[in-house]
């Protein structure tokens, strides 16, 4: 695969919108008011994401209402301008970097749950609500929203549709995309779209909510959502089976998953991660070589009988121990160093590359068995965990930015995760989205003919091409 540079695919129009034309300025300024800023400060701050990639916008514009973005939209796409929206900033691919410059949206103005309707399992929000607190306002009614990504307490409910975000829960109750059910939406000529229903089926034309949810903001921008909602489980028990070695463990998860009881969470780490969640995150953790987070939700009466269908599955050759947490505080503790493993990574080494690659579950060995053989062929540290029981893991190649020669061989390695992942049927995101990360192993993933049908889909709806360009699609 070739490199490209992550500003390769930015058109001659738009290379130079670090300044505005002055009309569209004067425009936007009298619109928004104190919600268009300039200033150095506010266009670092929402120049850089997660990712740590960074670029600066001419602007930032904080609209109020769908009508500030539909005006937002439809003023740029008269100039040729980009757009990007943005969330919390919560991406680890560079997806709401503005390498084309232009302006950028973003929603901490349009924060608002505009309704919340417990007798048919939906709530509407703007698309600046957070996560976390749409969750605290459910507990009310006893629902919940099951995306449960480890940024729930800061990212962004448009931003979790945008990349399709997901979660530990994910396994059971799957993940952002499964539980919206209609959205409005500024496309890139500035119209307002509303796709979708309030029912949990439709068979009524095309699925435009879908196909916008995880679309990262090329197709259109979305504002406000309707959200499918579950009751929350009223109890919650957990194992925690540990094993000799990841291979052991990896078996176990194909076992979990071939059996009736569908557990809320199944949750991988291998020996690294299992040394960080007890030294970084405090979790009481004996060694070993690979352990499990199994985790089981629903009435008190049924619990007793579907965790011993999990410790059956789960048992079996290479396991050392299977124990049952003795007590919500245990349980937290063990599920807040899970959270934790990610930022602790850098304090094993200063430079890591985060994949979020996914498998079918009986293929996991086979993922983890070529993962430890690339950490030896390419002497690198790699450390796997993630939501194993959507064969989802998280594989962090760890390196000194340094060192020359480290980073060398950990960027020569990501093509290798790759062409691995995709000879086992699986693909490049299972939640993070491709951003520009892993735009160009698009065309490793799919043929030509299917990318040009994305291409005919973002121009259909993103005519001008302002809407997040260079996101997603490779040149």
């Known amino acids: 695969m070739t490199g490209v540079t992550e500003s390769a695919w930015i058109t001659p129009r738009m290379a130079a919108m670090n300044d505005l034309p002055p009309s569209l300025a004067r425009c936007l300024a009298d619109l928004l008011g104190d919600g268009w800023l300039t200033d150095a400060d506010a266009l670092r701050r929402y120049g850089e994401d997660n990712s740590r990639r960074h670029a600066l916008p001419a602007a930032v514009a904080l609209p109020r209402t769908v009508e500030d973005v539909q005006m937002i939209v439809r003023a740029c796409a008269q100039h040729g301008v980009p757009v990007v929206a943005r969330g919390a900033g919560t991406s680890s691919t560079g997806a709401v970097i503005p390498y084309a410059g232009g302006v950028m949206i973003g929603f901490e103005r349009m924060t608002r749950i505009l309704q919340i309707a417990p007798e048919d399992r939906y709530a509407v929000v703007e698309a600046g609500v957070i996560n976390g607190d749409l969750q ?26 945008a990349c399709n975000a997901g979660g530990p829960m994910a396994v059971k109750y799957g993940a952002s995309r499964d539980n ?46 309707t959200l499918r909602l579950l009751p929350r489980p009223p109890h919650r028990a957990s194992l925690r089976a540990l094993y000799r070695d990841v291979a052991s463990a990896a078996a176990a998860v194909a076992r979990i998953m071939q059996q009736p009881v569908a557990p809320s969470m199944l949750e991988f780490m291998d020996h690294a991660c299992i040394r960080l969640a007890r030294e970084v995150g405090g979790a009481d953790l004996p ?89 030896s062929e390419f002497d690198l540290t790699i450390v796997a965990f993630g939501h194993a029981g959507n064969g989802n893991l998280h594989v962090n190649l760890l390196f000194d930015p340094d060192n020359a020669d480290e980073s060398a061989r950990a960027r020569a390695a990501l093509p290798r995760l790759f062409a691995l992942t995709l000879s086992l049927g699986g693909t490049l995101s299972g939640e993070h989205g491709i951003g520009v990360a892993k735009r160009d192993f698009m065309a ?26 260079g996101k997603v699609l490779p040149p």
């Open 287 to 375: 060694d070993a070589g690979a352990l499990l987070m199994i985790e089981v939700d629903g009435e008190a009466e049924t619990l007793p009988h579907a965790l011993e269908a999990l410790n059956r599955a789960a048992d079996g050759a290479g396991v050392i121990a299977i124990d049952e947490a003795p007590d919500e505080d245990s349980r937290e503790k063990l599920w807040a160093a899970r959270k934790s493993l990610s930022p602790a990574l850098r304090t094993i080494a200063k430079g890591k590359i985060n994949e979020d690659v996914v498998v079918p579950v009986s293929r996991i060995p086979a993922l983890v068995a070529g993962v430890e053989a690339m950490a």
């Open 180 to 225: 919206v059910l209609a959205l409005t939406a500024v496309t890139g000529k500035g119209d307002v779209i509303h796709c979708g229903s309030l029912t949990t089926k439709d068979a009524t034309g095309y699925d435009l909510t879908h196909l916008l949810v995880g679309s990262e903001g090329t197709l259109a921008i979305i504002v406000e959502a």
């Open 444 to 469: 490793d993933a799919f043929d030509a003919a299917t990318l040009d049908t994305m291409r005919a889909i973002k121009h259909a709806l993103d005519p001008h091409g302002i809407l997040n360009p």
């Open 136 to 161: 605290q306002a459910l507990q009310a009614h006893g629902l919940f929203w099951p995306p449960d990504p480890a940024s729930a307490d800061v990212s962004t409910i448009g931003g979790n549709l």
